[in-house]
């Protein structure tokens, strides 16, 4: 009966820790991925939004033809779709708890086969659930650090030389950014090397909206339409990893708070332009089989901050390239 209930509670684990996490349901998969075309592999630059530095690519197809790989800031590429995805998850994005998970699932299936039981060490159950703590402390300690490492890193990065420090895009008042936010037109700034007009943020705007809502209605035509082909791929196979384990996303009633101009360019006929965007918006997980909530609350507000790329052809529509999370 003991061993029975330690490999049970091995198995529970296992899929801990293969899980992705719940949390990252919302469209993008709280991942990094997309393309910015010859800029995918350099970080944008930072805003008043998005002041930290942007996290390299956890899913991309754009080919890597620039040196720095495993440099900081500089994306990874990513095996194709169907693949397993050797970032994603919260395990695998975070090499200490992937490492200590590891361990201490080796050690407790080896002393399983050698016959003494599962993590025969630690004395039952108890010594079991006590390690699990202590490393789980140690873990949250570990992480926590380095979030305040980044922090002060990003808080002593530099204005850009010879131009307007980050974020001069966004709408600014003497007292602060204006209250309901969105995206507006600003002076142009060195990391603008093309004009945009109201209209653009204004689109920029909608699409966030029109993302979300195809996202939640799993219209993948729509998805299609208004991403690239590949942004269209990864949120097919998103929506049906939430299916394959019962469980459906619905972001609705999505708010842009404030939002700010990264970068735009050229690139032959097409134009690029990275966009940092903090929205408000009602993010649920539920149950397919009941509609029960698996995580989130249907009444109260979530906010995030996250960099979005488009690209369109000269003189025709923006459709999205890219979704990218903030450092």
């Known amino acids: 009966m003991r061993r029975t209930a330690s490999f049970l509670t091995a198995i529970a684990a296992i899929a801990l820790a293969l899980a992705p996490a719940l949390a990252d349901a919302r469209p993008g998969g709280g991942s990094s991925s997309g ?28 080919p890597q033809t620039q040196p720095g790989v495993g440099q900081p800031g500089v994306a990874q590429p ?14 695998s994005r975070n090499p200490l708890m992937a490492g200590m998970m590891g361990g201490l699932l080796g050690a407790g299936l080896f002393g399983l086969l050698a016959g003494h039981g599962l993590f025969g060490g630690l004395h039952g159950m108890a010594g079991m659930f ?3 703590l202590q490393i789980g402390l140690i873990a949250l300690l570990a992480f926590l650090a380095i979030r ?24 600014d008042m003497p007292g602060g950014p204006v209250a309901g936010g969105g995206l507006a037109r600003g002076a142009a700034r060195p990391a603008a090397e093309f004009p945009l007009e109201a209209t653009d943020f204004q689109a920029f705007e909608g699409l966030l909206k029109q993302v979300n809502e195809a996202w939640s209605r799993q219209d993948l035509g729509t998805l299609r339409r208004i991403a690239t082909p590949e942004m269209a791929d990864y949120f097919a196979q998103d929506l049906s990893d939430l299916a394959a384990r019962g469980w459906t996303n619905e972001t609705r009633d999505v708010r842009l708070e404030q939002g700010d101009l990264s970068e735009s360019w050229r690139e032959g006929a097409r134009d690029w332009a990275t966009v940092a965007m903090r929205f408000s918006m009602i993010d649920v997980t539920r149950r397919l089989s009941d509609g029960a909530v ?20 000269q003189g025709g529509q923006w459709i999205l390239s890219a979704i990218q999370q903030t450092g």
């Open 35 to 62: 393309s910015r075309g010859s800029r995918t592999y350099s970080a944008p630059p930072p805003t008043n939004t998005a002041p930290g530095q942007a996290r390299s690519f956890d899913r991309t197809t754009a």
């Open 130 to 132: 006590g390690l699990l």
């Open 78 to 91: 990513r095996p194709p779709i169907g693949q397993p995805n050797p970032a994603g998850g919260f395990f």
């Open 148 to 171: 305040l490492f980044r922090g002060m890193r990003g808080a002593q990065r530099p204005a850009l030389a010879g131009g307007l420090p980050p974020g001069a895009l966004a709408r």
């Open 294 to 313: 698996m995580e989130g609350d249907p009444q109260r507000r979530t906010e995030t901050a996250e960099l979005w790329t488009f690209v369109r052809p």
